[in-house]
């Protein structure tokens, strides 16, 4: 697919942020739409705790939400592909039997899904993890039939910062040159978000701070959905407000 420049943001008055003119919304699902960075730490740290590596929850914060073997690649760089390989496989494995029947899907997200339909919106979701995963996370946000397209894991060679699974997701939706704006939890989606020529929205309930999303390149930052639904709904308000 070739590079999507940046879509113009359709005119507002200036106090509105551009995201809110956005014909696509393309959401991340792990630490955005569910509430699986922790657990997910958890378990890599386990897994490479069995593997005979010590390595800090924040030292695996720091680089949560990037392509699993490039993560693996950074922080164990003396070792061999095959042993990072033999790592991320058991983690896929110690996840899905451990801790994926137990992760939650944050508040609000079906309501803000619907909102977004009601204002004939296109959904897409763009994540690294894979089909199974995906499959739990859909079922427990409730958000399975307000999907309109889905790029993942399995779809893909390289996972974020990379913009691969996002050039999917947009291809699927029929996003041609339509405004369309990516909300992810970590760095590393608003730097796939750039590098499909889109517009990036951070949430905070990936634990990094405002300013880290803000330096990766968010316009905007929200404290999770919830937030920015209301904010959605502000906009909503008052435009649909006689003048007057």
Same mark, same amino acid.
């Given at each position: 697919?070739?590079?999507?420049?940046?879509?113009?943001?359709?005119?507002?008055?200036?106090?509105?942020?551009?995201?809110?003119?956005?014909?696509?919304?393309?959401?991340?699902?792990?630490?955005?739409?569910?509430?699986?960075?922790?657990?997910?730490?958890?378990?890599?740290?386990?897994?490479?705790?069995?593997?005979?590596?010590?390595?800090?929850?924040?030292?695996?914060?720091?680089?949560?939400?990037?392509?699993?073997?490039?993560?693996?690649?950074?922080?164990?760089?003396?070792?061999?592909?095959?042993?990072?390989?033999?790592?991320?496989?058991?983690?896929?494995?110690?996840?899905?039997?451990?801790?994926?029947?137990?992760?939650?899907?944050?508040?609000?997200?079906?309501?803000?899904?619907?909102?977004?339909?009601?204002?004939?919106?296109?959904?897409?979701?763009?994540?690294?993890?894979?089909?199974?995963?995906?499959?739990?996370?859909?079922?427990?946000?409730?958000?399975?039939?307000?999907?309109?397209?889905?790029?993942? $894991?399995?779809?893909?060679?390289?996972?974020?910062?990379?913009?691969?699974?996002?050039?999917?997701?947009?291809?699927?939706?029929?996003?041609?040159?339509?405004?369309?704006?990516?909300? $992810?939890?970590?760095?590393?989606?608003?730097?796939?978000?750039?590098?499909?020529?889109?517009?990036?929205?951070?949430?905070?309930?990936?634990?990094?701070?405002?300013?880290?999303?803000?330096?990766?390149?968010?316009?905007?930052?929200?404290?999770?959905?919830?937030?920015?639904?209301?904010?959605?709904?502000?906009?909503?308000?008052?435009?649909?407000?006689?003048?007057?």
């Amino acid at each position: 697919m070739s590079e999507r420049k940046p879509a113009k943001a359709a005119k507002h008055p200036s106090s509105v942020e551009p995201w809110i003119s956005a014909a696509v919304f393309v959401f991340d699902v792990e630490g955005t739409l569910v509430d699986a960075v922790m657990p997910t730490l958890r378990c890599w740290r386990e897994t490479l705790e069995s593997f005979g590596h010590e390595v800090s929850l924040a030292e695996l914060h720091r680089l949560t939400g990037m392509d699993g073997s490039e993560m693996l690649a950074q922080l164990l760089p003396g070792t061999s592909k095959s042993e990072r390989e033999a790592i991320k496989q058991r983690e896929g494995e110690r996840y899905r039997e451990e801790y994926l029947p137990h992760v939650p899907a944050f508040p609000g997200v079906r309501e803000l899904f619907e909102a977004l339909k009601r204002q004939n919106r296109k959904i897409a979701l763009a994540t690294d993890c894979q089909e199974e995963e995906l499959q739990r996370y859909l079922a427990v946000s409730q958000i399975e039939g307000l999907i309109d397209a889905i790029g993942c $894991g399995d779809d893909i060679k390289r996972g974020k910062p990379h913009p691969d699974v996002i050039e999917v997701a947009l291809r699927r939706v029929r996003a041609g040159r339509k405004p369309a704006v990516m909300i $992810g939890d970590t760095p590393f989606d608003a730097a796939a978000a750039r590098g499909a020529g889109i517009l990036p929205v951070g949430v905070l309930t990936g634990h990094f701070s405002e300013n880290a999303l803000r330096d990766a390149g968010c316009q905007s930052v929200f404290r999770d959905l919830e937030a920015m639904h209301e904010e959605l709904a502000r906009n909503a308000a008052g435009l649909a407000a006689p003048a007057a």
